[in-house]
């Protein structure tokens, strides 16, 4: 029962990171129909430029607390990855958004590369520590859970960050237009809405909140690389195919529902395969999920809800 509940906390630390990831992915398709591959990517400009900011920071001012040095991190991070961001739905998707569908897919799989090369040489091809700006020494057993306050900090950011999200989908004047625009942007246009800057919108929103994620799981894993934003990326677009791409509450649920899969899949897959596997092998789960979901139920989990999708 231990072991299960410990990897029910594993598993809901890395699965609202995820989530958060896959909110940009699901953000965009449902008002473009497109999947923005570079997406993931962003992830890895906003854990570097924290780690860059701090690293400036600890050099300028020696001492600051930690909690200065992350807020200061996320502070820069998120304003950059909201305006390269910006620079990709202006420069790299606009002038595609009638093309045939294979032009936009084939620029964001540029997009990914361009940006992994400047960031290469940015900040180098070597892996970078990540500083540990929230304590990771663990907290004293609760019913044998062993939790540390980052994995609390993660996982309150990470909802907090999603209820804000659906607030600002549902309840504001810019949801509104969102939701409007994700209907039709021709009509939206019509009625008064300004759909290039409502997708510019959605793009600057997705990108602030992939920025955030890569804070977060560069904090939980304790490194930083030019190419770290490869493989959650895949995984978060997975987590959005899982719960309904287009759909907001299905890519939080669906990014929850894989943390929680791999969480599970690594604490028991060794026993379950009688030592033939182990738990390096947790990545796996992720691809074989989105397979079973292409072949079975590609509408998701929870459907994609073409009227509501943002």
């Given amino acids: 029962m231990e072991t299960f509940l410990q990897q029910t906390l594993n598993g809901l630390v890395s699965g609202s990171i995820y989530a958060l990831v896959a909110l940009g992915y699901t953000m965009v ?8 591959f570079a997406h ?5 400009v906003g854990a570097l430029v924290a780690l860059q900011t701090v690293s400036l920071l600890n050099a300028a001012v020696p001492g600051l607390h930690p909690a200065i040095l992350l807020i ?10 909201m305006a390269v961001g910006y620079l990709i739905e202006r420069i790299g998707y606009r002038r595609l958004r009638n093309a045939p569908r294979l032009a936009p897919l084939i620029t964001a799989i540029g997009v990914s590369f361009l940006l992994q090369t400047l960031a290469m040489i940015i900040w180098g091809r070597e892996f970078h520590v990540f500083p540990q700006l929230v304590s990771t020494t663990p907290m004293e057993p609760m019913a044998g859970v062993v939790v540390s306050p980052l994995q609390i900090f993660t996982i309150v950011v990470a909802f907090a960050l999603m209820g804000g999200l659906m607030l600002l989908v549902n309840k504001s004047r810019l949801g509104r ?7 039709n942007h021709r009509v939206a246009g019509l009625m008064g809405i300004n759909a290039n800057g409502v997708i510019a919108a959605t793009f600057i ?19 930083a690389h030019y190419a770290m934003g490869f493989t959650p ?13 287009g759909n907001l509450p299905g890519a939080m649920v669906g990014g929850l529902v894989l943390g929680l899969v791999e969480s ?11 030592g033939f596997l182990n738990s390096s092998y947790q990545d796996i789960f992720a691809f074989v999920i989105l397979g079973a979901v292409l072949i079975f139920r590609p509408s998701g989990l929870l459907g994609e809800r073409v009227a509501d999708r943002a």
């Fill in 29 to 36: 398709y449902g008002i473009l129909g497109l999947i923005n």
């Fill in 40 to 44: 993931g990517d962003l992830l890895m």
């Fill in 72 to 81: 200061a991190g996320m502070a820069v991070a998120v304003p950059v990855c």
């Fill in 177 to 183: 237009a969102m939701r409007a625009t994700a209907e």
């Fill in 205 to 223: 929103i997705g990108s602030g909140l992939a920025a955030l994620a890569g804070v977060l799981f560069a904090s939980n894993y304790a490194i």
């Fill in 233 to 245: 990326g895949l995984k978060a677009f997975t987590a959005a195919v899982l719960g309904g791409i």
């Fill in 264 to 274: 599970f899949g690594a604490g028991y897959i060794e026993h379950l395969t009688f």
